[in-house]
């Protein structure tokens, strides 16, 4: 069966051997000179483009087709008049035509007729028109961003140019989700937009355009006339047909005017569809270092999570859900200085989650194996709404205020069967913040910004953990038969921030910033040993009062020098600490001073080639979670503890990035390099036992990272398709101690290489084929290795106007699991049938059509190797209805 399975997914390769015919030529003037850029445009007898191409620097070109009969070629360049010729094709001949063009004689009264062009640039801005992108199987955004060159979108929705990820996707310049993207690109219908734009050196702030440094990019969908002033929108009903059970309703409603927008949106599913992706990325977006950013970087962690940890798979395949979700986001213009952003976001989920395996821990002398049968659920209630309210005073003074609210329960149960013994997990998990942002903007010269930013956050995240079995009888004395432990680890931030920025004649840039940034945090832990369900102790060192306060004050300058094709940058943050701990009302206080410098190289060679460099010296604070002293239990065996004082800990890094190319071009490419030298690091001195773990923080000298990426693109026009490949490495060495052994050094190399080949074709077919491997190697006193490999066939048989067919398919191995077990396969169908035209669509959805029930992987670490079985979404086939308004 494995065999037929693997003939059918590379049976698909040869589909696309379609022969085509070669026209080639030159274009030149009277007098014989060649044309530069001239268009070439091959249509057939109704006028409609077939192909088109740009002749040379030597005035050549070739076009390819697969078209016969009777056709027209034109060829147009700016100054001359444009030039047609008729011609039959009808073998597999090879054409060869020469277009000499005359000038035009009175160039001010003539109307010059651009060429179309499916890649402009505009300065910053790069323009892909859709049309030519699309192949009119798209359904939502993200089906289309998946097919234009050069932007990166993983299987989550998270899309990157080269290693960036993108600020945000706006619609027709305003921005509705900041970094929770995924919620737009997952669900809105691809077919009112015109345009996708590339905002290349972006600006959040519309005041630090063109005077600030930046390599952010953004993404700018632009709208078709007709779906603009308008109430429009769609609605997909999906309901099982041979599973029951199983079903999917979405709608959206969207009005897009030129002073107010409005997009809502619901969906529910019991499929795995995940149609917000990562949340946190709406609940809290991160830009560190930029102008305004204060307290991005504030959170809390929590300190348990049950054991819903997710495989290497699509998270559709392995997502037993049952979700709603609502979204209402609007943008209103008050006035000409006044604009309002709401809002507000709704989500419930229920996950079923299966997996069982072992794990093989060799560490020394000690030798054992755990197994693990869990299974558990997770119901979630997420609310979460913001307010945006933007007031430009005038031209060039602008305040933004931000007020976020977020509100999550969760409540996770599980049976988890280990080593043969029943133990009952439950977690009750809630999250509540409480977040505001002032920021006021003053460019008081043409080149000269200064801003004041201020913000208030105030977190917590209480949890109750239980377990209804006692297995720590090795670790207390006690006779007990349940544990539980309550815990809150909560956060209060204040900080204000002044930031001025210079931008000088020679495009020399001057910064300075300076604030003061309190952040207090509070964690408190009980843990308790109980015996039929009433306290029996509170065990010594296993319990937390702890409050913990820094204030930082702090200034930094950066000059950034701009000396031709060359940029330089220097940089010194100083920082003036008071730390201040109490622990069961003890205090201790703490006041170090340091400084952070920074180097950097920027060398644009040619227009093609760019170096970007940098050294940085860092000094780290220590955290809450790095400093508390009693142990807290992280998991139904294991439990860790900080270091019980203040630490700050040194490292430098070495950032080196090559890029080729730029957007059009056929051929670009991007490397990455990043290494890190920690002169001391956080590591563990742990105790590994059959029923308990237990690790305390320690500090270790030296440690080293380093990572390596290159990405290239290449667009084959004679095969109209776009070659990426992608290779990767990253190798890390550390030391801890296990079971009071000595210091041990710890290797570890993961390395990954793939490629994949995307068509771009208008006609009846098109493909997406790739593979990836992923090497990994783990090195202590023994050597673990591994090879896994994935590989994809997807196909687009595009048979009519009103009907289309969409096959994905799937194979995994895994290197180190038995032959019987270390092969999955997976196929998936979708027929689409148009009944009318952006308006009634039927669907025919098919998902793991093979039925793979199960998946299975290997893992290891410095002390184990496990293996995991998970369960898999059982093959559904749905039949949905689309219809739009």
């Not at 009808?90 to 060869?96: L, Q, S, V, Y």
């Not at 977190?459 to 004395?477: A, G, H, R």
């Not at 680890?489 to 300076?514: C, P, T």
């Not at 490419?669 to 001195?685: M, P, Q, R, V």
């Amino acid at each position: 069966m494995g065999k037929i399975k693997l003939i059918f997914f590379f049976a698909f390769f040869s589909l696309n051997a379609i022969a085509q015919i070669k026209i080639s030529g030159s274009v030149i003037d009277i007098q014989n000179k060649p044309i530069l850029s001239a268009s070439i445009i091959l249509k057939d007898n109704n006028g409609k483009i077939i192909s088109y191409t740009y002749s040379n620097e030597l005035g050549k070109y070739n076009i390819t087709t697969n078209n016969k009969g009777k056709l027209i070629l034109a060829a147009n360049a700016t100054r001359f008049e444009q030039k047609s010729i008729d011609i039959a094709i009808e073998g597999n001949d090879i054409k060869d035509i020469v277009f000499d063009l005359t000038p035009k004689s009175n160039e001010l009264q003539e109307v010059i007729v651009t060429a179309f062009r499916p890649i402009t640039i505009d300065g910053d801005k790069v323009i892909f028109d859709v049309k030519s992108f699309a192949q009119g199987n798209e359904q939502v955004v993200e089906d289309l961003l998946k097919k234009i060159p050069g932007l990166n979108i993983d299987a989550n929705g998270t899309i990157k140019v080269g290693n960036q990820e993108i600020e945000k996707v706006m619609i027709d310049g305003d921005d509705l989700f900041d970094r929770g993207y995924k919620i737009l690109t997952k669900n809105m219908p691809v077919s009112p937009i015109e345009k996708v734009e590339l905002l290349q050196r972006y600006s959040n702030n519309k005041h630090l355009k063109g005077i600030e440094s930046t390599n952010k990019v953004a993404l700018n969908l632009t709208l078709k006339e007709d779906a603009k002033r308008i109430w429009f929108g769609n609605m997909q009903i999906g309901y099982g047909l041979v599973t029951a059970n199983r079903y999917e309703v979405k709608s959206n409603l969207m009005n897009f005017g030129k002073k107010n927008k409005h997009y809502f949106l619901t969906n529910f599913n019991n499929i795995g569809f995940d149609a917000i992706g990562d949340i946190d990325n709406l609940i809290r977006p991160q830009r560190v270092s930029e102008p305004g950013s204060i307290g991005d970087d504030q959170s809390v962690k929590s300190l348990i999570v049950l054991g819903f940890e997710m495989p290497n798979l699509k998270k559709r395949r392995v997502n037993l859900n049952n979700a709603e979700m609502l979204s209402l986001n609007s943008i209103f213009t008050l006035s000409k200085k006044v604009k309002l952003k709401t809002l507000g976001f709704l989500n419930t989920d229920e996950n079923n989650f299966f997996r069982n395996g072992f794990q093989q821990f060799s560490v020394g002398n000690t030798t054992f194996m755990n197994t693990e049968d869990f299974n558990g659920r997770k119901t979630q209630l997420t609310g979460f709404g913001k307010v945006d309210v933007t007031y430009d005073i005038t031209k060039t003074k602008t305040l933004e205020y931000t007020g976020k609210f977020n509100k999550t329960n969760e409540k996770n149960r599980s049976n988890l069967l280990f080593n043969n013994d029943l133990l009952n997990e439950q977690l009750n998990a809630n999250n509540q913040l409480f977040d505001q942002k002032v920021v006021f903007t003053n460019k008081f010269k043409e080149k000269k910004v200064f801003l004041l930013s201020g913000r208030y956050i105030n977190e917590k995240t209480p949890q109750n953990y239980s377990v209804n079995q006692f297995i720590f009888k090795d670790l207390f004395s006690e006779n007990a038969n349940s544990t539980t432990q309550f815990s809150e680890n909560r956060m209060k931030f204040a900080g204000i921030e002044g930031h001025i920025l210079d931008k000088k004649e020679s495009g020399d840039l001057l910064e300075v910033k300076f604030g003061n940034q309190l952040r207090i945090d509070q964690l408190n832990t009980r843990f308790e040993l109980l015996e039929n369900g009433n306290n029996l102790s509170l065990p010594t060192g296993y319990q937390n009062k702890l409050r913990y306060a820094t204030n930082d004050l702090y200034l930094s300058a950066k000059y950034r020098f701009k000396i031709k094709s060359f940029t330089l940058l220097t940089q010194s943050d100083f920082h003036q600490l008071f730390n201040e701990l109490e622990n069961f009302n003890v205090k201790t206080n703490q006041n170090p001073f340091f400084i952070i410098p920074k180097i950097g190289f920027d060398w644009k060679i040619n227009d093609k080639n760019k170096i970007v460099t940098s050294y940085s010296y860092n000094t780290t604070n220590a955290g809450v979670l790095d400093v508390y002293s009693g142990f807290v239990q992280t998991g139904f065996r294991s439990f860790s503890k900080g270091l019980e004082d203040f630490n700050q800990l040194n490292s430098s890094s070495a950032i080196l990035n090559y890029t080729y190319g730029n957007w059009g071009d056929k051929f670009f490419a991007n490397t990455f390099i990043l290494y890190t030298k920690s002169n001391d690091f956080f590591s563990t001195n742990s105790i590994i036992a059959q029923n308990f773990s237990q690790s305390e923080k320690i500090i270790i000298k030296d440690r080293e990272f380093v990572s390596f990426s290159t990405s290239i693109d290449r667009y084959f026009k004679s095969i109209k398709s776009n070659l990426k490949i992608n290779i990767g490495a990253t190798t890390t060495n550390f030391k801890n101690i296990v079971n009071n052994s000595s210091l041990r050094e710890v290797k570890n190399f993961n390395g990954d290489y793939g490629f994949e080949l995307r068509s771009g074709y208008k006609g009846f077919f098109n493909y997406h084929i790739g593979t990836k491997w992923n090497y990994n190697q783990v090195k202590t006193t023994t050597t673990n290795s591994f090879t896994d490999n994935m590989s994809f066939l997807d196909l687009s048989l595009m048979c009519s106007d009103q009907f289309n067919l969409q096959v994905q398919s799937e194979r995994y191995f895994f290197g180190n699991l038995s032959n019987n077990s270390n092969k999955y396969y997976f196929l998936d169908l979708e027929a689409r049938y148009v009944v009318k035209e952006n308006k009634l669509t039927f669907f025919l959805s098919g998902n793991n059509l093979f039925n793979t029930k199960t998946f299975r992987n290997y893992s290891i670490s410095d002390i184990n190797i496990s293996q995991t079985e998970y369960r898999l979404l059982p093959r559904y086939v749905l039949l949905k209805m689309e219809y739009r308004f």
